[in-house]
């Protein structure tokens, strides 16, 4: 375990806050996840148990024979249990570290991530909320499929949210090498390699480049238009993790996150925390503090409100243009290819940023 920030643990002898939890639930998300990525190139680790099928598919290896699991009958359905079976094997190690460790709840958090539909589990995590019982849910976004076929670091990350009673809710990004985590008090990066770090002051790319923007893979078909406003969209299968590389981590200016399940949506108010703007694709409104965030979050978990549609921007004025380009022309329904379109920039006055 690498050691954990003050602000994070509450001290070495306290019961942990949500924010404690978190840090500690972030520690074992990267750790298996590089464990995920190892056994990719050189199988399960030695010193875990083989189940009897592992155990046979070995000896069939060494046969020189092609081996296939009984009840797979296709690569197709290997693979999907192979992702399936990251989701559970993640959780479970979750669930081992928080039972090892007090919280302030002095009751051990249920954790949600390998069982059931996003949907399903938020619904879990609302009814244990309303309870007022902690809970922890580990959720996979984009697909871990992918990301153990490709080796694509934007094809999958974790949203880790954490509720413990008496305390806002928590909420974290793992990406396939990096965790973030934010609130009121500061924020902080967890690596394989410095471990904690505490990010202070702005962020620390000074200049943005005005060529990229991240959205959503759904939005592909839209590629062409959007190349008239920004020479290289991007479309990752996971906006949460290119959001965490490419607009905390990098230079890009912007990015637009689409409506997920709230337990999915960790990325927005560790945004704020990381001196992002956040803002209401709809209204236009901003979240301004990681603890405004949190709260939305909460509101949505427990039912209240709708989550909503989110624009990520390293400055105002990037936010306020691509939230017109995507009101005025990606977003509707059959545009007019040769309808004109003007200088986005002259509707904005430079003195309001």
């Given at each position: 375990m690498h050691e954990l920030p003050d602000a994070l643990s509450n001290g070495p002898q306290a019961p942990l806050g949500a924010g404690g939890v978190t840090a500690h639930v972030c520690d074992t998300t990267l750790r298996m996840l590089g464990t995920f990525g190892r056994e990719k190139i050189y199988g399960q680790d030695m010193g875990e148990e083989l189940?009897?099928?592992e155990r046979d598919a070995k000896v069939f290896a060494l046969l020189g024979q092609r081996y296939i699991p009984p009840g797979f009958a296709t690569q197709d359905a290997y693979w999907a249990a192979r992702a399936d079976a990251c989701r559970r094997r993640l959780a479970e190690a979750v669930q081992e570290a928080v039972t090892g460790i007090?919280?302030?709840?002095?009751r051990t958090p249920t954790v949600l991530g390998a069982d059931g539909t996003?949907?399903?589990r938020e619904a879990e995590f609302r009814a244990l909320v309303r309870a007022e019982q902690p809970v922890v849910s580990v959720s996979f976004t984009g697909s871990p499929r992918r990301w153990l076929a490709?080796?694509?670091?934007?094809?999958?990350?974790v949203s880790v949210t954490t509720f413990i009673p008496g305390r806002p809710l928590y909420a974290a990004e793992v990406t396939t090498d990096t965790a973030l985590l934010s609130d009121c008090s500061g924020s902080w990066r967890l690596s394989r390699d410095d471990g904690w770090l505490a990010m202070t002051g702005e962020p620390t790319v000074a200049d943005e480049d005005p060529n990229y923007v991240v959205l959503p893979h759904a939005m592909m078909d839209s590629a062409s238009r959007m190349r008239r406003h920004y020479r290289e969209p991007l479309f990752p299968f996971d906006t949460s993790s290119a959001v965490a590389q490419a607009v905390l981590g990098g230079a890009v200016p912007v990015a637009f996150h689409l409506t997920e399940p709230v337990l999915n949506s960790a990325v927005i108010p560790v945004a704020i925390g990381h001196g992002m703007i956040v803002m209401f694709l709809d209204s236009g409104e901003l979240l301004e503090k990681p603890w405004a965030a949190s709260r939305h979050m909460y509101k949505a978990v427990?039912?209240?409100t709708s989550f909503g549609d989110f624009i990520i921007a390293r400055n105002l004025l990037a936010a306020r243009r691509i939230r017109r380009i995507l009101l005025d022309e990606i977003l509707v329904e059959d545009p007019d290819p040769l309808a004109p379109f003007g200088d986005l920039d002259d509707d904005f006055d430079l003195d309001d940023v």
């Open positions: 189940s009897q099928d007090k919280n302030e709840s002095g996003p949907r399903e490709t080796g694509d670091p934007q094809a999958t990350s427990i039912g209240e």
